[in-house]
């Protein structure tokens, strides 16, 4: 609990040490203006000629999308295609400039539309081949995913509903520590930036505006409300396996159990993870790769995925 808060309070005690510089989209090269109009911007396959199933895969809050390249290449490699979804503010094709600027208008309904692009264009592949379609997420990559069942559930144009078969959660941010709520004092300045303390081969941004951080609350609230309604747990409760590790700075493994609990998915299976020592100077909440869990922990997460996905 102290090494999340300090965590947290390290965005905020550090945060006049540097700051970026503002841009507008004037300051942009004519490519990257073209770039941030570009309605495929968030979606990149890796497609087989006859996949065994389509899966979507989507990141946490200013996580680098490249840094879920393993999780990519386990999907891959087992005959999946994967569409990887980069969220509003994180996407790869844009400079820092750009992907900042674009950072600092996401919103939650953003997002929301983000995965819902990115899931929608996943089950096109999948219903055209015939194949299962599963969705894949990380932090607040899993919250949307969780949150996507939802919204789907409630489509009025049933054509418009898709067939999620199975989920896989990764440290979902469906329900923060308290430590994580530390910057919402802050939500008079939402125009600040805070410096990022993620190493930088897992951050998308060096800096993140404090307007994310709310959206995401926004999220997390907005979600659980839902969830609490009885055609909403119906539509949560598809076959899902939950990676936590018990000691996550930012999101509560006893809040996702419980959720899991309080909310009867019968279909959910929690399952707690560790490090291997090769990893052990890592944050908790990143279990995405052999990098951050560890060489054995992330044998032993991989296959436990595969064999749940494959079992479908």
Not at 201 to 226: C, H, K, M, Q, T
Request: charged fraction near 20%.
């Amino acid at each position: 609990m102290r090494a999340a808060a300090a965590l947290v309070l390290a965005f905020v005690t550090t945060a006049c040490a540097s700051y970026p510089a503002d841009v507008t989209r004037d300051d942009l090269s004519d490519q990257q203006r073209q770039a941030l109009d570009d309605a495929a911007l968030g979606l990149d396959w890796q497609q087989h000629p006859d996949p065994d199933a389509i899966v979507a895969l989507v990141h946490g809050l200013n996580l680098d999308p490249a840094a879920m390249q393993d999780m990519q290449k386990l999907l891959f490699d087992a005959g999946m295609d994967v569409l990887s979804v980069s969220l509003t503010g994180h996407a790869n094709a844009l400079n820092d400039d750009a992907r900042l600027l674009q950072f600092q208008d996401a919103t939650f309904a953003g997002w929301q539309a983000d995965i819902s692009q990115g899931v929608q264009a996943a089950a096109q592949r999948a219903e055209s081949l015939q194949r299962p379609l599963y969705v894949v997420g990380f932090s607040l990559g899993g919250l949307l995913s969780a949150d996507y069942l939802v919204q789907n559930s409630l489509q009025t144009d049933r054509a418009e509903v898709v067939d999620v078969e199975r989920l896989v959660l990764l440290a979902p941010a469906i329900s923060l520590k308290w430590s994580s709520y530390l910057l919402y004092p802050l939500q008079i300045f939402p125009d600040i930036y805070l410096p990022s303390v993620a190493p930088r081969i897992y951050r998308a941004n060096d800096y993140a505006p404090v307007s994310a951080y709310l959206a995401l609350y926004e999220g997390v609230n907005n979600f659980n409300e839902l969830a609490e309604q009885t055609a909403n747990r119906q539509a949560l409760n598809i076959p899902a396996l939950v990676f936590m590790h018990p000691r996550d700075e930012l999101v509560s493994s006893g809040g996702v159990r419980d959720f899991i609990a309080e909310r009867q998915l019968s279909e959910w299976q929690y399952i707690e993870v560790e490090k291997s020592e090769d990893a052990a100077d890592v944050l908790n909440h990143l279990i995405i790769g052999p990098h951050s869990l560890g060489g054995d922990a992330w044998q032993s997460v991989s296959g436990q995925i595969l064999d749940f996905l494959r079992d479908s």
